[in-house]
């Protein structure tokens, strides 16, 4: 089994999209970028490919420039016909984890990582801070050093052994760090960021987002999405909304995640988007596990041949399926967001060429002629190659 994982805010990188400008799977970030000016006018395409580092380290653009890099990425591999297990996110991306699952729409999940990002920015204003990496300490000693410090300062992130990251008021990250060295803390790097994320200073920005996730309103999902705030495999969506909620101002469980992850079966890890440093956290924690970063269209060749998989030629037509004798089900000719036909209901009468929506920019062409029993698919949902999108029954 594997496990597609999606890089958090950080890992982003000046110049990151033009790789994959010339590439089809860049009409999602014309898509977000549509998305995106009708919120607060940001331009993602300009980002990906004209921001230097300072504007990108901005929370707002650095958050939106990842998630909409990794979905990318995505789009590329799931063109490949390689569909995961189970997903998982390092803090902003286990927004991604769930727009890949279809927990959450791609344009529901644009503006909620817009709506994040503004909270958070706000909220590092609102309560100064800053996070320093500590390297070479366990976990509870790194928890003490916290207690030590008898300061504004908390374990943030859980990443991999030996691999904590603290985070609070300036002064109380600083005495921490020194608590970690008198314990035995090889080195304590500080993190450029502009807050004490996943911390108490986050409750503004947590009490905020509250309103954007019930307006998302997330979906049951077939592929669990592993958890940030409590390590464990969630389907049903209505248990998302207070799991994200609760992210913001929880330490990221990454290092449990992984090993979560290895007890449900999985043996291969795929970080998907900007960077690899995901891909490295799992290495040292996941030992045993195979690993690979894809952030360019180069390392879909990488890719092809770390799962040894062949890539079969797409039909010229897609078929849908035969399932009973009056039954069919019509699927989808490609990977990508699905856009519903307006006026066809269920109960409609359907003829053969009928276009039941969009995937991307390819028609849904139904090649059955019946009655629409129902959509099975839904608007704005990321489908895969041959996913079922509707259902019919012949006259």
Not at 83 to 102: N, R
Not at 195 to 205: D, E, K
Request: net charge negative.
């Amino acid at each position: 089994m594997l496990a597609f994982t999606f890089p958090g805010q950080g890992s982003q990188r000046p110049g990151m999209g033009r790789p994959w400008q010339e590439h089809e799977s860049w009409e999602l970030v014309e898509e977000a970028s549509e998305i995106a000016k009708e919120i607060d006018g940001r331009d993602v395409a300009r980002l990906l490919l004209d921001a230097d580092a300072d504007e990108l380290r901005d929370t707002r653009n650095a958050q939106l420039t990842t998630f909409v890099s990794s979905l990318m990425v995505l789009d590329a591999a799931e063109r490949l016909g390689i569909e995961p297990s189970f997903c998982a996110g390092h803090s902003l991306g286990e927004y991604t984890a769930l727009t890949a699952t279809g927990a959450l729409g791609f344009e529901d999940g644009v503006r909620l990582v817009a709506a994040r990002a503004d909270a958070m920015h706000d909220a590092g204003i609102e309560h100064p801070g800053t996070m320093a990496a500590v390297l070479g300490l366990d976990d509870d000693q790194v928890d003490v050093a916290c207690r030590r410090a008898d300061a504004d300062v908390w374990v943030a992130n859980y990443n991999a052994p030996g691999q904590v990251v603290i985070a609070g008021s300036h002064d109380g990250v600083a005495a921490a760090g020194v608590h970690a060295k008198d314990l035995g803390a090889k080195k304590v790097m500080p993190l450029q960021v502009s807050g004490a994320f996943h911390t108490p200073f986050m409750i503004s920005a947590r009490d905020r987002l509250r309103s954007a996730i019930a307006a998302a309103a997330p979906r049951d999902a077939e592929v669990p999405v592993i958890s940030n705030v409590d390590a464990l495999p969630h389907r049903d969506g209505s248990e998302w909304a207070s799991l994200l909620s609760a992210q913001l101002s929880s330490p990221v469980r990454w290092k449990q995640s992984l090993l979560e992850l290895v007890d449900l079966g999985v043996t291969q890890f795929i970080e998907l988007g900007p960077g690899g440093v995901l891909t490295g956290m799992a290495k040292r924690t996941a030992t045993g596990a195979r690993t690979i970063s894809v952030a360019t269209p180069e390392d879909l060749d990488k890719l092809i041949e770390f799962l040894r998989i062949d890539i079969p030629t797409p039909p010229a037509r897609v078929e849908g399926e035969h399932l009973f004798a009056s039954e069919r089900l019509v699927v989808s000719p490609s990977a990508g967001v699905f856009a519903r036909a307006a006026g066809i209901d269920d109960g409609a009468s359907i003829e053969v060429g009928t276009v039941l929506g969009h995937v991307g920019d390819q028609e849904v062409v139904s090649p059955f002629a019946g009655v629409l029993q129902s959509y099975i698919a839904v608007d704005t949902e990321r489908l895969t190659v041959r996913q079922p999108v509707a259902w019919l029954r012949t006259a």
